[in-house]
């Protein structure tokens, strides 16, 4: 009786409250598990797998169904996305993002054992000192230039504080100020790239633009019946490299504000920082030992962002490059003052020169072996290719024999990334039970009903995020919280971010969780290498201002999208794979700066074209004669329909004003109906279930049935509430938008075809002389058919025919000799092969007189006409955007276009 009162109890609560109560347990567990100390890579994992386990012995012991307190499926499932989650993270071949995490772990260590930071703190120090606030400002330049190079927040806090922090208090800084610059700079290794904090948000953030990207599906589907979303309404996803350059100046930012913060309070009050004059004098000896400090850390981060910036070299290949960069630069580092100290290095450097200079030259490719220049070049390239790999051995083996730090170097390697892996799944498991139990549903919920939009809603998580930062390391805010908010924040068609503006912001926010108290990894770092003199309480206080400087830094970025977006879409559209300018994506863009060009070039270009138009076209053939005067006809049209585009743009952009506020309250309404559909669908599913159990469980029947009536009458009383002038409306909206869309498909139509007949016309006529040698090839082809096997002239045909392919419109000559070789092949028909034959070389005869007159009276004057044309009414049929065009259009594409009206 017990154990059916019990099992009573458990089925008249409503399903989501007991997922609730597990959910609860979850966050519950993880939070004890942490704040004892327990390692967060098992921390994470563990909390999800005692909670699945309870939640499924309960549901078994009471209800008799393992998967009866969980919102989405079982524990069968949540293990078998456990094992998706593996698989993906170690056998996947396509998800290689973080394979850069060990070779920037190695690069960072590499260097932070050979001492870089020492150098550099002194040689700025020593530079900057004279100026007010000059320590600090040398501070944060080397902490910006480490966090560039090695990235580890540890390392460089330590470093600059066992250095930098005892001659600022020698100099009378204040121990506040000092602290608080020395925790901040070291701390810009998790925003400024290369940072391993900023792939692990990129591998995060592209799950969750796919997840935001089937959501805005499925929304687009609800909403308008349609089953396919055009492409313009896609989620724009991340990877690491975009990361790294969205962050580049955003990281820059917070490198001058800090500067600035230090300079103005060593101004307005000097005896917080004054300077500190050099003892020394500036000669050759003091510019050689700077150059010797700071070259090459520079020379080493302009190889890793520069190769990725520049789209030489993806993140991967990018952190291969700074690991045997670090090798290099530890070489002569570790054996400073000993003889042939220098002598890989400089191995490596003329190494690497030979084979810039042979690639720019030469053409490398082993395909393309023509000449005996080229041979030599390859044969060079190769000798240099094996000095430099003689150079990174001769490192190697150095980093090996001096104080074995090789062998450290690649142990602290393996468990840091070891770590980071671990802590993947371990939050990968975590995730998967929080959204087993229906936690990313009431996340979901309690976010789309906040009032004010995706602006509260970013708020609420950058708050969230930030008061996290308080107890949580930035691994454990990364993996566990991001997979969580990120894919509902991407998903808002009104705000549409991309996921490189929210992964940049989301790293601005988890830097500040190494300099807030009580757990600020960096506040411990220097309470360790302080000296007595220092008080904790100085350290905290030094923070605060600096933490302020992070979170204005974070404003700005948020407010100004070009910051972060503009760096990831210029070297996109720079890049050897850039689209070409007619990719759906770019049209917008490009069609708002073509039409300001228009309006400045409009003149030249119908001068341009009058002058084509009485060009002497009779010797061209008729029907190409009438197509090429057609095209430029249809140019002379462009400035009208551009009209036509703009007016229809302008009509649209004028009634959304008014359309827009409806547009949200309707689809307010709507969305408030669709999820009472749900509620009805569960409630119905609990119908269902409970028909099958006990009298006893059957007694609730009636009040969900009530609860089902309920819904259903409020479905029906916001569906009433809908505006009588919403369905007009509607339509109206989509008219315009479809007049918008009918004008620009009707200009791009006019442009590409009347653009690729000119395009076509110039090249028939350049293709006159390639047609010439062809004559003999021919006569030739005559005395082959009437004299040799007819294998042997059919096989002379064909490699005629396929010269001829080559040549724009010969189709006509190319016909006559596949009827030759048809009549060859069928009986042997050398006559009728002749004879056809004999009708090829006639039109070849035509071809190449007509394109030869041509190539007098017309080449030069569509020529012109070309290079008036090519980036305007041409530009859609261009193979690539110049690099100008490439950077405008960036800086358009950076901003966030708002196409929640299309939902």
Known sequence: MALKFVRCQLQAYESGLMELYFLVLLIVLMIVALSSGFPVAFALPGSAILTIAIAALFGYLLVGDSDAFFAQGGPNQWLSAGVTNLRSLYWVVERDTLIAIPLFVFMGIMLQRSKVAQDLLVAMAQLFGPVPGGLGISVVLVGALLA???????????????????????????????????????????????????????????????????????????ITGEFSMPGDFDVVSASAGDMFMGAFIPGVILVGLYMGYI??????????APAVPYQGQYNRAFLFQLLLALVPPLVLIFSVLGSIVLGVATVNQAGAIGAIGALLMSSYRLREGRKRAYYPAALAL????????????????????????????????????????????????????????????????AKTTSMVFIILIGAAMLTSAFRAFGGDELVKHALSGLPGGFWMQFLVVMLVIFLLGFFLDFIEIAVVVVPIVAPILLADPAANVSAVWLGVL????????????????????????????????????????????????????????????????RSYLTSETAPPPNNPRLQLCIEQRLFAEYEQQGESILAALAQASALDMTDMPKNYRRNLIDSLNQMSRVSELVGQVQTAHKNLDHYVIEYQPLHREVRAIELAVRKMGKEIGVLEDEIQRLKY???????????????IVQLQREQTRLNQSIPEQWKAAREHYLQLVSNEKSARNKYRLVVDDSYQVLQGSREMISGGAALLPLQAEMELLSTVIREQLAEAAMEQIKQLETTLSSIKNTHSIKARLSSARKALKSGEDRDKASAELMQGRQLLDAEIDWRRAAQQSLLAGLSRLDSVIKNTIGLRMQPRLSHQQAEDIAVCLAHHRDVSLAF
């Open 148 to 222: 560039a190079t090695t990235g580890i927040v540890g390392a460089t806090v330590i470093a600059m504080g066992l250095i930098s922090l005892p001659a600022m208090l020698r100099n009378h800084y204040s121990p506040s100020l000092a602290c608080g610059t020395i925790c901040a700079s070291g701390t810009l290794g998790q925003i400024i790239p290369p940072s391993i904090v900023l792939i692990i948000l990129a591998d995060q953030l592209s799950s969750a633009a796919d997840q935001a990207n089937s959501a805005r599906k499925a929304e687009y589907k609800a």
């Open 263 to 272: 300079f103005i309070s060593a101004l307005i009050r000097p005896q917080l």
């Open 506 to 569: 989301i790293g601005l926010n988890i830097q500040t969780s190494f300099l807030t108290p009580p757990f600020g990894f960096a506040l411990f770092y220097l309470r360790g290498v302080a000296p007595a003199i220092v008080k904790t309480l100085h350290i905290y206080k030094g923070a605060v201002a600096f933490i302020a400087l992070q979170l204005l830094a974070l404003a700005i970025a948020a407010s100004f999208p070009l910051l972060v977006n503009y760096l990831p879409n």
């Open 693 to 707: 159990v006990d009298q006893v469980a059957q007694a609730t029947l009636p009040a969900l049935q009530q609860q």
């Open 350 to 413: 003329f190494s690497v020169v030979v084979i810039g200079l042979l690639l720019h030259n030469f053409d490398l490719n082993i395909r393309h072996i023509d000449t005996d220049q080229n041979r030599l070049a390859i044969n060079l390239a190769i000798v240099a290719v094996l000095l430099l790999l003689l150079s990174v051995g001769w490192s190697i083996v150095r980093a090996y024999k001096t104080d074995n730090i090789l062998n450290a170097v690649m142990m602290e390697t």
